[in-house]
């Protein structure tokens, strides 16, 4: 008897169709550019530009660079928490970005312009409840975000809870996000009923993330108990790596920005998180916020995207 080849099921959202049901996350700041968007587009994946703490020119800069680079799905991620929301959307939209994944928050506002743009919108859920209102209000799929995934919390429930809840009461295709690191976190989420999965951590561990050599090396030495939580200016926990910075939060020994660029709709202004994400992102590991998603002890090596998703399609065909 032959081997059965497990196939991967398709993905569809509005009328986009990759090859492959495997959407890279939206990791701000600036981890996510145009070189990993493109990359994982071209290896049939859907590739997202971290549009959240861009100005509008770069944004559009951004994705002018991975239309340039790739012929496959190039979507941005935003949050709704950030001052410049509208204005980064409207700047995608007229760029004809093919998708806008949208979460930290929840916007109404967002549902219609994408339904002017004709453009798929997909909103990001912790919950059955906002699944079914982002449904009723014309998204085209849901990305449901579990606690185990790296930077802003939204819930305390685990993705292998929520999934099947949620599934349960909306017909739009769900994608599963939080804690898929390997195949078979991969496996878990289909089983679950999920009809895509969206992976942070494991992206942001290749070669074309644009993270400093330093921040990756990082993550291949974190273990499972480098991981805390620590309270978010945007007002929400955030999950991150252990680290001096992580140290001083928790002991409330940072001190507030003495200047403040009102990058957010509301700051606790406990600390400046702009620049908190930049210093990690540019290798400053002492002073810098490393977010993380709960399982980072599964990455033992730095690869290219189109890597990454080639080994996750075989090592599932196989499995």
Same mark, same amino acid.
């Given at each position: 008897? +032959? ?7 398709? !993905? ?23 070189? !990993?968007?493109?990359?994982v ?16 020119e ?9 239309r ?21 959307v ?39 409840? @906002? ?6 209000? +014309?998204?085209s ?8 995934a ?8 685990? @993705? ?7 599934k ?22 289909f089983?679950?009923?999920?009809? +895509? ?17 330093a921040?990756k ?18 007002? !929400?926990?955030?999950r ?37 994400l930049n ?6 590991l ?18 290219p ?6 080994? !996750? ?7």
């Open positions: 008897m +032959g081997v059965e080849i497990l196939q991967l099921p398709k !993905l569809k959202i509005g009328g986009l169709l990759p090859k492959y049901p495997i959407v890279q996350g939206g990791m701000a700041v600036r981890l996510s550019t145009n070189n !990993l968007a493109a990359a587009a071209n290896a049939g994946g859907i590739g997202l530009i971290a549009a959240s703490g861009m100005g509008t770069e944004l559009r800069q951004e994705i002018r660079l991975a340039q680079k790739s012929r496959g799905i190039i979507g941005i991620n935003i949050m709704f928490a950030v001052s410049r929301f509208k204005e980064l409207f700047t995608a939209l007229e760029e004809k970005i093919d998708l806008i994944v949208q979460g930290a928050g929840f916007s109404r506002e967002i549902f219609r312009w994408c339904e002017e743009a004709k453009t798929p919108f997909v909103s990001i859920v912790a919950s059955p409840k @906002l699944a079914k209102i982002a449904q009723n209000l +014309g998204a799929a849901v990305v449901a975000e579990g606690r185990e790296g930077g802003h919390l939204a819930t305390e429930y685990s @993705l292998r809870e929520i999934l099947p809840k949620i349960e009461v909306i017909s739009i295709p769900v994608i599963a996000a939080g804690g898929i690191i390997d195949v078979y976190d991969m496996r878990q989420a089983e679950l009923g999920a009809d +895509g999965v969206q992976m942070g951590i494991r992206f942001a561990a290749s070669e074309e993330a644009n993270g400093a050599p921040l090396d990082y993550y291949l030495k974190a273990k499972k108990e480098d991981i805390v939580l620590v309270p978010s200016p945007v007002g !929400l926990p955030g991150a790596l252990k680290n001096e910075f992580t140290e001083k939060i928790l002991a409330g020994k940072v001190k507030p920005p003495l200047a403040c660029e009102s990058c957010l709709k509301k700051c606790k202004r406990n600390f400046c998180i702009m620049q908190a210093n990690a992102q540019q290798g400053d002492k002073e810098g916020l490393i977010f993380a998603g709960e399982y980072i002890e599964k990455i033992t090596e730095i690869l995207a189109g890597k990454i998703i080639e080994g !996750l399609v075989m090592q599932y065909q196989k499995i």
